[in-house]
């Protein structure tokens, strides 16, 4: 419904937002940074839908025409602008042809005409220097947001020239009772959940409401049991490291088992079950702990976590999965 008060986290920055939105003091231009998955969009499109509201009080009223265009995806006065012919940069042309021409006429009917541009740390620099004039000197009607993860690609005269806001990850705790409240109906599964999330509100709704996160989890799981059994058999790691390949695209399965040996440190180190985060996994993980030490776990944990990184520099996948399932068989 894009309101604020659906707005989970970033608390302070929201009062601040609705303050400014009651005393008219709104900026032309925004750059709302932060991390994928922490609501930049739904932040954009709250305020602008706000701004639009023919109530013209702090959150939408969800009533008015204004409102209900908005919903239905038909507002006539906010744009989308988006890469076009390269889909990896916003060219000078996207740039000209959806936003300053388009911003040079009037708004059609209500009091803004806003443009929202996602992934705008894509822009190139031409693209960037065209849109500088229009931040410079923008119509009385213009509003524009740049949405962006790396705020650091922006030109510093781009940065200049608007009002930085930067979303920060949500507690974990936070993002449990929202799933609790809105997917799960066991508090244990919604703690599961949120801790994969690492703090992304986004990424938490997604994996909760996505049944190839479950069956991906389940899979990744029994794979980590099999590398468990007692023998010396690498040759298993080097065959598992090829059937990984369907992950290649989706390297939350990293996560997974990051989680899972964690959950085995901690019950090896505390012998109390309550610290277990995948408490539907509770017996797996107390038979494996009678198995395998503290140090063994350890050096687990950092052949995850090297293989997160190198990953993350586009490494070789193939490589990089052999030599840590390699790690993993070790004892």
């Known amino acids: 419904?894009?309101?604020?008060?659906?707005?989970?986290?970033?608390?302070?920055?929201?009062?601040?937002?609705?303050?400014?939105?009651?005393?008219?003091?709104?900026?032309?231009?925004?750059?709302?940074?932060?991390?994928?998955?922490?609501?930049?969009?739904?932040?954009?499109?709250?305020?602008?839908?706000?701004?639009?509201?023919?109530?013209?009080?702090?959150?939408?009223?969800?009533?008015?025409?204004?409102?209900?265009?908005?919903?239905?995806?038909?507002?006539?006065?906010?744009?989308?602008?988006?890469?076009?012919?390269n889909k990896n940069s916003i060219s000078i042309e996207d740039i000209r042809q959806q936003l300053i021409k388009n911003m040079e006429i009037k708004q059609y009917k209500y009091p803004y005409k806003i443009f929202i541009v996602d992934k705008a740390d894509t822009m190139t620099i031409a693209a960037q220097n065209a849109l500088l004039k229009t931040l410079e000197e923008p119509?009385?009607?213009?509003?524009?947001?740049?949405?962006?993860?790396?705020?650091?690609?922006?030109?510093?005269?781009?940065?200049?020239r608007c009002v930085v806001m930067k979303l920060r990850l949500v507690s974990t705790d936070k993002i449990e009772q929202y799933l609790f409240h809105h997917h799960f109906s066991e508090k244990e599964n919604a703690s599961v959940f949120a801790e994969y999330a690492q703090g992304s509100i986004g990424k938490a709704i997604e994996i909760a409401t996505s049944e190839t996160f479950s069956t991906m989890r389940e899979d990744i799981i029994q794979k980590l049991l099999s590398l468990s059994k007692q023998n010396d058999d690498l040759s298993e790691a080097l065959f598992m490291a090829k059937e990984l390949e369907i992950y290649k695209q989706n390297q939350q399965f990293l996560d997974i088992m990051y989680l899972w040996y964690r959950d085995l440190f901690v019950y090896i180190k505390c012998n109390d079950e309550k610290y277990i985060i995948q408490k539907d996994q509770k017996k797996n993980i107390i038979a494996q702990s009678k198995k395998q030490n503290e140090a063994d776990i350890i050096k687990k944990i950092n052949a995850v976590w090297q293989a997160k990184q190198q990953l993350s520099v586009n490494s070789n996948f193939q490589l990089t999965m052999e030599v840590m399932l390699m790690k993993l068989k070790e004892r």
């Not at 524009?144 to 940065?159: M, Q, S």
């Open 139 to 160: 119509p009385y009607y213009g509003m524009i947001f740049l949405l962006a993860n790396n705020v650091d690609k922006f030109l510093p005269t781009i940065l200049s």
């Open 1 to 85: 419904m894009y309101t604020f008060e659906e707005i989970i986290g970033n608390e302070q920055m929201i009062k601040q937002i609705q303050k400014s939105i009651y005393k008219k003091h709104i900026s032309h231009a925004y750059i709302i940074h932060g991390e994928a998955g922490t609501g930049k969009k739904l932040l954009a499109n709250t305020i602008a839908k706000t701004m639009q509201c023919k109530k013209q009080g702090i959150t939408p009223c969800n009533e008015c025409t204004s409102c209900r265009t908005f919903d239905s995806k038909n507002h006539p006065d906010i744009f989308y602008v988006t890469a076009e012919k």
